[in-house]
């Protein structure tokens, strides 16, 4: 599926580093998600946008900056990360957040790996 | 506190039938998703079940229970492309999804 597309599909960075993620959806979705995917862990959801307005941050560090320009558009923004933010990022798109029964789409990933 | 179980891993044989059961607890309920996830790819959309009763699509059915706690993705005539993780989610009163940490699903020839 190219309906969400994420760039890099692989970074690694060091800890001082500044970097940013992207996620395009030509889906035509309101709603934007960004979640952390750890090795045999559950989804952790990150940042929720909604038309543009972000309606959740599940007690993220400040080291991740969220960035919505428009509803197509989702970035993440990095610095001095940690060790432990090795991880896959997804980035997924759904019609709009919430209402029942509507699935999320979800791009190919950031593999990040901070030494 | 919001929780999904599901099995770690499992293990069948191509052409066999395989069964991957989740129980949720969630604040509030607003239906229950299965998602595909092959290796080093996107989770993909497999099913939504918010009403009791088994949906099927294809080789693949998925069951809610409401009573319970408690779903099943049924996958028929199995093949090595199913090789995946399967990713349970349950959406909460917020339309939240609570996910697993997913059932790695091996296939052997």
């Known amino acids: 599926e190219t309906g969400v597309t994420q760039t890099p599909r692989h970074l690694v960075m060091g800890m001082t580093n500044k970097k940013s993620l992207k996620c395009e959806q030509h889906?035509?979705?309101?709603?934007m998600y960004w979640y952390k995917q750890s090795a045999k862990k559950p989804l952790e959801l990150m940042f929720v946008?909604?038309?543009?307005?972000?309606?959740e941050n599940n007690s993220v560090p400040s080291r991740f900056s969220p960035e919505c320009p428009n509803s197509s558009h989702l970035f993440l923004h990095l610095h001095t990360l940690q060790p432990e933010d090795s991880a896959l990022y997804l980035c997924?798109?759904?019609?709009?957040?919430?209402?029942?029964?509507?699935?999320?789409?979800f791009g190919d990933g950031t593999r990040l790996s901070i030494l | 506190g919001q929780n999904i179980d599901q099995p770690t891993e499992m293990t069948a044989t191509e052409g066999a039938i395989v069964q991957i059961n989740c129980t949720y607890q969630?604040?509030?309920?607003?239906?229950l998703f299965w998602y595909q996830q092959h290796a080093g790819e996107a989770p993909t959309f497999l099913s939504y079940?918010?009403l009791d009763g088994l949906e099927e699509k294809g080789r693949f059915s998925s069951f809610l229970s409401r009573s319970k706690g408690y779903s099943y993705l049924l996958l028929k005539e199995l093949q090595m492309k199913d090789s995946a993780s399967y990713l349970c989610?349950?959406?909460?009163?917020?339309?939240?999804?609570?996910w697993g940490a997913g059932t790695k699903l091996i296939i052997k020839p």
């Open positions: 079940n918010v």
């Open positions: 989610a349950g959406s909460d009163s917020n339309y939240q999804l609570i």
């Open positions: 969630t604040s509030g309920f607003n239906g």
């Open positions: 997924a798109s759904s019609q709009d957040e919430g209402g029942g029964g509507q699935p999320q789409h």
């Open positions: 889906l035509g979705h309101n709603a």
């Open positions: 946008y909604n038309f543009k307005e972000q309606t």
